[in-house]
């Protein structure tokens, strides 16, 4: 359920976008500007303005409830709690580091 929702989410965001960058700027920017098109510029503006405002219903729904289902199924856990491991030390029973350091050998006269 957590994934279906994700995704949808993510899709809901990408579309948010691309519909917000389809609008026309009043500064020229990023808008599409210019005229020509099938609807006129009062109705596509409209349709993009309640596009627009649907998805971002959706997008603040999917995150209020990915919000709710990622809290429910976890419990609190803490640093605190989980046991120190060693690091360094390799697995396999010999220690890293000698218990008795050698001794130096005698120099050896001739």
Do not use: Y
């Not at 949808?8 to 020509?36: C, P, T």
């Not at 959706?58 to 199924?73: D, E, K, N, P, Q």
């Amino acid at each position: 359920m957590e994934t279906v929702l994700l995704v949808i989410h993510v899709m809901i965001a990408v579309f948010l976008i691309v519909v917000v960058l389809l609008q026309r700027s009043e500064g020229g920017a990023l808008g599409i500007g210019g005229g020509g098109g099938a609807m006129s510029s009062r109705g596509a503006a409209n349709l993009l303005t309640r596009t627009t405002a649907g998805l971002a219903g959706a997008f603040m729904l999917t995150s209020v409830l990915l919000a709710i289902i990622s809290g429910t199924h976890s419990e609190p856990t803490s640093i605190l709690d989980t046991p120190a491991t060693t690091t360094g030390a390799p697995e396999s029973g010999v220690p890293a580091v000698p218990e008795k350091p050698a001794e130096p050998s005698a120099p050896v006269s001739e």
